[in-house]
């Protein structure tokens, strides 16, 4: 850990940002002296309904029915009630920007661009909630999207939460059984798909997918394809092409929206698969909001006139949460396909062409594109950019580094951390913070983050388990045929009955920011000593020879050792003198402990399809054991590279 400051904001900053404007209005509205931030977070900790409110008034939410109590806590921590008979519609409060400004700019893969203004996407969703509302669609029921990261994904859910019926989404490269295994249990009437979607210079197909899936769902009435891509594929009989479906919508219709209680359900997304069937976890209405436009608003000092772009497919929870965008009034920034095609330099370029402000992508991609020698700093002049977003997996100090050496200087890197779990983070950014090399800068306002030893006694400047002891608006509202919550307690409540353990293995810095050192369930245990995953993989990805590593632990003689897969840069070998030097590395930098009794070369690092690597997987894979659900992996054949490796028997 380092407390060296990268970067800290301006006087400019510090007096105009929301941030501050928020703070003004506490002070003001309560008679406080709130003056910096470990402040403002105690008081949103101990005043949380008195907080929550304050967001709501500050972020201009629109509700319906005043609630008749703000809190009421005095049970386990899923019981909370949070603004019990408040009334408010999702679509509304994200569409409650109109006029001509841009809302959504769209750039595919092949370079073609497209935009809608408020005014034509507040049109689209009209003329989509038509056609749904004839189909039957109304309160409660599911509509499912087998889509890309495309403005219509947009559209069908704002259209769908219009009503008060309930959006879950899928990227089209899950497999059919992926698919299968998440919408077939949540039952939707109506499902959107693609005819095909580009990646890495290639045409996919999905017609055939689309048309099995539809058929081993039988809630599903209407399936409706959108033509991304110009096909001469003729759609299955079963199918209708989006625009035939909207004949007959007219697009001047002012939108009518239903209001819902707030812990009415808004999205369901889905826990990873590999150890089993995706959980169906349930989010409610109220508190995603509000917990998007806080840490958008508040945290990420995103507003009116700026442009926001987040990497990220309809499979991830980074696209709720990037959404969330357009209640802010700034404008989203859309890319579907690889963001390696042409090269490396995609990305970047796309924030140059369309002004991005606010730019998120994950970890592997910093570090894929530090390893491919990429210096945007010296061809790009990203005058806009003021926030970088990382998540995903920890970032490295590494990536901390290059980002201000050879991308820009003056920007707010924020990495930030939180999970489907909770589609929001527990800890992330702050433009009115400095950033300090290998932290994220803040714990989240209103989220009451501990970090506990096995005796669940808080802990500062040393690591331990992630966890959160009171209620906060955007825990799951319940999981899907869950009766008495018997999955959602084992999920988050085993550990300690009545405080969230969030299985993450972290360490709140002596400045108030945190670490995170990987998942606590793949935690290694050598000799009955705790290393976080992400300890290795620091000292390991520095190396110019590698690509990218997993490391795992193999239970050996009654221990634990520790075993690192490693990827070749090419023109490299695992030799005997890399894997001296690798081991080198380790031990001078960490402790002998964290050195792996077994180094091996492998050609992939099995992935899910949102780009986490897999260590669980792997570690069933060498220990003889079954991985229940590889349609939750990009490349499941990975998996074999890993299955009864001879290095591994001595």
Not at 162 to 184: E, M
Not at 454 to 478: H, K, T
Not at 541 to 548: D, G, K, N, Q, R
């Amino acid at each position: 850990m380092s407390d060296r400051i990268l970067w800290q904001p301006s006087a400019d900053l510090l007096a105009s940002s929301q941030l501050t404007l928020f703070i003004d209005m506490l002070n003001q509205q309560h008679d406080l002296n709130i003056s910096d931030y470990p402040t403002l977070h105690s008081y949103s900790i101990d005043h949380r309904a008195e907080f929550w409110r304050a967001v709501i008034e500050f972020c201009g939410v629109i509700y319906h029915q005043e609630a008749s109590e703000d809190l009421r806590d005095d049970g386990h921590m899923i019981e909370a009630q949070w603004f019990k008979g408040m009334t408010l519609n999702f679509a509304e409060n994200l569409l409650k920007n109109q006029g001509s400004d841009k809302a959504i700019i769209f750039e595919s893969e092949s370079g073609e661009t497209s935009s809608l203004s408020f005014d034509q996407l507040i049109n689209q969703v009209s003329m989509v909630q038509q056609k749904l509302r004839d189909c039957g669609v109304g309160i409660g029921d599911r509509v499912a999207g087998f889509l890309p990261n495309l403005p219509e994904t947009i559209v069908v859910m704002l259209a769908t939460t219009s009503l008060g019926a309930v959006w879950s989404s899928t990227s089209p490269d899950f497999g059919i059984n992926g698919v299968v295994d998440r919408f077939g249990q949540i039952e939707p009437k109506v499902l959107f798909s693609v005819n095909a979607y580009e990646y890495n210079g290639k045409t996919h197909d999905c017609l055939q997918k689309v048309q099995q899936i539809a058929a081993q769902i039988n809630s599903i009435e209407h399936t409706v394809v959108i033509e991304f891509v110009a096909s001469a594929d003729v759609l299955p009989a079963d199918c209708m092409s989006y625009s035939k479906w909207l004949e007959g919508a007219n697009p001047d219709t002012k939108i009518e929206y239903t209001p819902v209680p707030f812990d009415h359900p808004l999205y369901i997304l889905y826990s990873s698969g590999t150890t089993g069937k995706p959980k169906c976890i349930v989010h409610r209405c109220g508190g995603i909001l509000l917990q998007h436009l806080k840490e958008l608003m508040l945290h990420a000092n995103v507003a009116e006139h700026k442009r926001l772009f987040y990497f990220t497919t309809c499979g991830w929870m980074m696209w709720n949460w990037m959404v969330s965008t357009l209640s802010t009034g700034a404008s989203l920034v859309l890319f579907d396909g690889s963001p390696f095609y042409p090269d490396g330099n995609r990305l970047f370029d796309l924030i140059d062409k369309h002004e991005v402000t606010h730019f998120g992508t994950s970890a592997k991609w910093i570090s894929a594109v530090e390893k491919a020698g990429i210096k945007p700093v010296d061809s790009h002049r990203f005058k806009q950019l003021e926030t970088i977003f990382s998540t995903g997996s920890p970032l490295m100090p590494e990536s901390f580094d290059y980002i201000y050496n050879s991308v820009k200087k003056d920007v707010c890197l924020s990495s930030i951390s939180g999970g489907t779990d909770i589609c929001s983070c527990f800890a992330l950014g702050n433009s009115n913070l400095p950033v300090y090399s290998g932290q994220l800068q803040c714990l989240g306002l209103g989220m009451a983050v501990k970090v506990l030893d096995e005796n669940q006694q808080s802990l500062i400047a040393a690591p331990g388990e992630l966890a959160c002891d009171q209620a906060f608006p955007s825990m799951p509202v319940y999981f899907w045929q869950d009766n008495d919550h018997i999955k959602y307690k084992s999920a988050y409540f085993d550990k300690y009955d009545h405080i969230w353990c969030h299985s993450d293995r972290a360490e709140i810095t002596q400045q108030g920011g945190m670490i995170i050192y990987g998942r606590s369930d793949t935690t290694l245990n050598p000799g009955g000593v705790r290393i976080g995953t992400a300890e290795i993989y620091r000292q390991v990805e520095s190396l110019p020879e590698i690509t990218e590593s997993i490391v795992v632990g193999q239970e050996w003689q009654d221990d634990t050792r520790v075993v690192l897969f490693v990827v070749m840069q090419p023109n490299h070998q695992l030799d005997d003198e890399l894997q001296d030097k690798i081991r080198k590395t380790i031990r001078n930098n960490t402790t002998p402990r964290h050195v792996p009794a077994k180094i091996i070369a492998v050609a992939e690092i099995p992935k899910t399809i949102s780009g986490k690597i897999v260590e669980i997987a792997v570690r069933d894979v060498i220990h003889g054991k079954n991985v229940a659900n590889t349609d939750a992996l990009a490349n499941p054949d990975a998996l074999n590279l890993y299955k009864d490796l001879a290095e591994l028997q001595h």
